[in-house]
Protein backbone atom coordinates (compact mmCIF):
# COMPACT_ATOMS: atom_id res chain seq x y z
CA UNK A 1 0.00 0.00 0.00
CA UNK A 2 1.02 3.47 -0.86
CA UNK A 3 -0.22 6.64 1.79
CA UNK A 4 -0.11 10.38 0.25
CA UNK A 5 0.12 12.47 2.84
CA UNK A 6 -1.16 15.77 1.81
CA UNK A 7 -1.38 18.49 4.87
CA UNK A 8 -2.56 22.33 4.53
CA UNK A 9 -3.68 25.50 5.38
CA UNK A 10 -6.28 27.92 3.66
CA UNK A 11 -5.54 31.58 2.89
CA UNK A 12 -6.68 34.62 4.46
CA UNK A 13 -9.87 34.86 2.95
CA UNK A 14 -10.30 31.53 0.92
CA UNK A 15 -14.06 30.87 -0.16
CA UNK A 16 -14.49 27.39 2.03
CA UNK A 17 -17.83 26.05 0.61
CA UNK A 18 -16.25 26.57 -2.82
CA UNK A 19 -13.54 24.43 -1.38
CA UNK A 20 -15.37 22.13 0.26
CA UNK A 21 -18.08 21.57 -2.87
CA UNK A 22 -14.57 20.89 -4.81
CA UNK A 23 -13.57 18.42 -2.66
CA UNK A 24 -16.62 16.44 -2.47
CA UNK A 25 -16.37 16.51 -6.10
CA UNK A 26 -13.04 14.75 -5.85
CA UNK A 27 -13.74 12.16 -3.47
CA UNK A 28 -16.21 11.08 -5.57
CA UNK A 29 -13.97 11.00 -8.68
CA UNK A 30 -11.27 9.45 -6.25
CA UNK A 31 -13.21 6.61 -5.47
CA UNK A 32 -13.87 5.46 -8.64
CA UNK A 33 -10.04 5.64 -9.65
CA UNK A 34 -8.59 1.66 -9.76
CA UNK A 35 -6.56 1.33 -7.08
CA UNK A 36 -7.99 3.88 -5.01
CA UNK A 37 -8.42 2.28 -1.07
CA UNK A 38 -9.50 5.40 1.19
CA UNK A 39 -9.29 8.73 2.37
CA UNK A 40 -9.63 10.38 5.93
CA UNK A 41 -8.81 13.80 6.65
CA UNK A 42 -8.06 15.96 9.79
CA UNK A 43 -7.90 19.48 10.86
CA UNK A 44 -6.02 20.11 14.21
CA UNK A 45 -6.31 23.17 16.33
CA UNK A 46 -4.06 25.60 14.39
CA UNK A 47 -5.88 25.12 11.18
CA UNK A 48 -3.59 22.71 9.61
CA UNK A 49 -5.43 20.37 7.39
CA UNK A 50 -4.15 16.58 7.30
CA UNK A 51 -5.26 14.09 4.81
CA UNK A 52 -4.24 10.48 4.54
CA UNK A 53 -4.82 8.88 0.98
CA UNK A 54 -4.60 5.63 0.43
CA UNK A 55 -3.62 3.30 -2.54
CA UNK A 56 -2.65 -0.07 -3.58
CA UNK A 57 0.22 0.97 -5.71
CA UNK A 58 3.14 3.97 -6.47
CA UNK A 59 1.71 4.10 -10.26
CA UNK A 60 -2.07 4.03 -8.59
CA UNK A 61 -1.12 7.22 -7.10
CA UNK A 62 0.35 8.52 -10.25
CA UNK A 63 -2.31 7.98 -12.26
CA UNK A 64 -4.49 10.13 -9.77
CA UNK A 65 -2.47 12.57 -9.61
CA UNK A 66 -2.55 13.31 -13.56
CA UNK A 67 -6.14 12.78 -13.72
CA UNK A 68 -7.08 15.52 -15.94
CA UNK A 69 -10.00 16.42 -13.33
CA UNK A 70 -7.70 16.33 -10.56
CA UNK A 71 -5.59 18.21 -12.44
CA UNK A 72 -7.85 20.89 -12.24
CA UNK A 73 -8.31 20.70 -8.79
CA UNK A 74 -4.64 21.37 -8.32
CA UNK A 75 -4.81 24.31 -9.96
CA UNK A 76 -7.59 26.05 -8.26
CA UNK A 77 -5.98 24.91 -4.48
CA UNK A 78 -2.85 26.47 -5.63
CA UNK A 79 -4.97 29.99 -7.16
CA UNK A 80 -8.10 30.04 -4.81
CA UNK A 81 -7.39 27.91 -1.48
CA UNK A 82 -3.84 26.94 -0.11
CA UNK A 83 -1.66 29.32 1.49
CA UNK A 84 1.06 26.55 2.32
CA UNK A 85 0.46 22.70 1.43
CA UNK A 86 3.06 19.75 1.20
CA UNK A 87 3.16 16.43 0.17
CA UNK A 88 4.88 13.30 0.52
CA UNK A 89 4.12 10.06 -0.53
CA UNK A 90 5.10 6.77 1.39
CA UNK A 91 4.63 3.30 1.26
CA UNK A 92 3.64 1.15 4.00
CA UNK A 93 6.50 -1.10 5.12
CA UNK A 94 4.46 -3.28 7.84
CA UNK A 95 0.85 -3.12 8.88
CA UNK A 96 -1.65 -4.36 11.61
CA UNK A 97 -4.92 -4.11 12.69
CA UNK A 98 -7.01 -5.47 15.87
CA UNK A 99 -10.38 -4.76 16.52
CA UNK A 100 -11.62 -5.19 19.97
CA UNK A 101 -15.36 -4.14 18.74
CA UNK A 102 -17.24 -4.04 15.76
CA UNK A 103 -18.34 -0.18 17.17
CA UNK A 104 -14.58 0.38 17.61
CA UNK A 105 -13.63 -0.34 13.69
CA UNK A 106 -13.32 2.79 11.50
CA UNK A 107 -15.38 2.55 8.13
CA UNK A 108 -13.40 1.65 5.03
CA UNK A 109 -14.00 3.54 1.69
CA UNK A 110 -13.53 2.10 -1.71
CA UNK A 111 -11.45 -1.04 -0.38
CA UNK A 112 -12.43 -4.31 -1.55
Known amino acids: MVIVVFRSRFKEG ?6 RELAAEMRAVVATQPGFVSIDSYQSDDGT ?3 LECFETEDDVRAWRMHPAHRV ?3 RGRDE ?5 S ?3 TEV ?3 HELQLTPSTAPEQSGHS
Open 73 to 75: AQR
Open 87 to 89: VQV
Open 81 to 85: FYAWY
Open 49 to 51: RVS
Open 93 to 95: VRS
Open 14 to 19: ADLDAY
